[in-house]
């Protein structure tokens, strides 16, 4: 099977959506089909791989994403493939996978990240001057509402009410084929190791329960709101919770922040790290009180790695979250009183040992293989049908 798919980036350290589309390509490949990829990224030479590297230059960030979106068009015409699968707004596609969620959601979710009124008019206001998401709600919108345009893969539940109700998308254009992560292998000679030699290297007692979080967008994904609530319980006597921070959104504000706070013994930003893996396994649970995340890979790899997860409806993974039975999903991230419960909760080792154990059960459905194994399959119904339906 011949196959171009298209996302304007495939750089890793630009987020979730960019590392799950090099997951699924790689998968892809060993499946056997031909993979031609056009970007404007330019990655490493991959044995399989076909990639077109599409300039957009221009002198703004919004001109770069229109020229590349049409140059890819006017490429694909040209070309012969059994299907085109784009993962960035592009016309002439059979499918349309927004692993981002939809334009028109990510704007909406931003402006509710805004507590005060005034706050949420201001930002409406300076959204009308972002060319870029003026384009690319534009180009989203006419890939929605023209009745021949593409199946719309969604990632959860939460994409396909996306779907619904910014677009009113009929259900014979929807798929909803949840995400996926890679499973590392491991033994448990490792998994103890990298928890000892990491909480050893941050200080972290034994009997000390230790909370990570993985973010690169700190205000986003709720930040702000766990640390408020590790200073209530700070001020409830427990002195028993260590707060580690991996991401790139660390800066002088947040120190700031913790400082204010007098969480500095209790709080540690790490920064970016190549050791995710071994964090999760150090860890005794993950939080993520996001303001939006279409499907968070940070919460779906700590349920394989057997974390309990403290989430929020905003969150498409929050699917997978049974309340106090494998983690926490809440329903207003604001709450802080509510978090910080949750944690506390999570302060008694048997329970958390349990949901822990239900947590992995969990993780051990949403496998990229598995991912990529329902797209190949709707990649031949549609080569099959010769048209969308």
């Not at 987020?15 to 790689?26: K, P, V």
């Not at 990655?43 to 399989?48: D, I, K, R």
């Not at 040209?78 to 349309?96: K, N, T």
């Given at each position: ?13 630009r987020?979730?959506?960019?590392t ?6 790689h998968h892809?490949m060993d499946?056997?089909?031909e993979?031609?990829?056009?970007t ?8 399989g ?6 300039s957009?230059?221009?002198m ?7 020229t ?9 015409r040209?070309e012969?493939?059994?299907v ?10 059979d499918?349309y996978q927004?692993r ?10 931003n ?22 998401q003026?384009?690319?709600l534009q ?27 910014h677009y009113?998308?009929p ?5 909803k084929?949840?995400n ?5 292998p491991?033994?448990e ?6 928890r ?8 972290v ?9 993985v ?8 930040v702000a ?15 028993d ?6 991401g790139k959104?660390?800066?002088?504000r ?6 204010r706070l007098d969480?500095a013994?209790w709080?540690?930003?790490v920064?970016?790290s ?5 964090f ?8 993520h ?6 499907c ?8 394989t ?9 905003w ?16 329903d207003d991230?604001?709450d802080i ?20 154990l ?14 990529t ?5 709707l990649?031949s ?9």
């Amino acid at each position: 099977m011949r196959i171009a798919l298209v996302s304007e980036w495939l750089d890793a350290w630009r987020g979730g959506a960019e590392t799950s589309t090099l997951q699924f390509l790689h998968h892809l490949m060993d499946s056997g089909a031909e993979v031609h990829v056009y970007t404007r990224s330019r990655p490493s030479p991959t044995p399989g791989l076909t990639v077109h590297t599409i300039s957009g230059a221009s002198m703004s960030r919004t001109r770069c994403s229109v020229t590349f979106a049409h140059r890819v068009e006017r490429r694909l015409r040209a070309e012969s493939f059994d299907v085109v699968h784009a993962i960035s707004p592009c016309r002439g596609v059979d499918i349309y996978q927004p692993r981002g969620g939809t334009v028109a959601e990510t704007i909406q979710r931003n402006i509710a990240l805004r507590q005060s009124p005034a706050g949420r008019s201001i930002k409406l206001y300076t959204n009308y001057f972002n060319l870029k998401q003026r384009f690319m709600l534009q180009m989203e919108r006419q890939l929605m509402l023209d009745p021949r345009g593409p199946i719309v893969v969604a990632i959860s539940d939460y994409v396909v009410n996306q779907l619904k109700s910014h677009y009113d998308l009929p259900d014979h254009r929807v798929r909803k084929i949840f995400n996926g992560v890679n499973i590392p292998p491991s033994s448990e000679a490792k998994v103890g190791e990298e928890r000892r030699t990491i909480r050893h290297e941050f200080g972290v007692k034994d009997d000390q329960l230790l909370v990570l979080t993985v973010a690169h967008n700190f205000r986003l994904k709720g930040v702000a709101r766990w640390l408020e609530a590790l200073a209530l319980l700070r001020s409830r006597g427990v002195t028993d919770v260590r707060a580690i921070v991996l991401g790139k959104g660390d800066s002088p504000r947040w120190h700031r922040l913790v400082q204010r706070l007098d969480l500095a013994e209790w709080v540690t930003f790490v920064g970016p790290s190549d050791r995710v893996q071994g964090f999760y396994r150090a860890a005794d649970c993950l939080i993520h009180p996001t303001y939006y995340d279409p499907c968070s890979r940070v919460v779906m790899e700590a349920m394989t790695s057997g974390l309990p997860c403290i989430t929020s409806k905003w969150d498409g993974a929050s699917e997978l979250v049974e309340d106090g039975v494998n983690g926490y999903r809440m329903d207003d991230p604001w709450d802080i009183a509510a978090l910080a419960d949750r944690v506390d909760r999570l302060r008694e080792k048997p329970h958390a040992q349990a949901l822990g154990l239900a947590a992995r059960a969990v993780g051990e459905r949403i496998s990229m293989a598995a991912h990529t194994k329902k797209m190949l399959d709707l990649y031949s119904t549609i080569r099959a049908d010769g048209k969308r339906e």
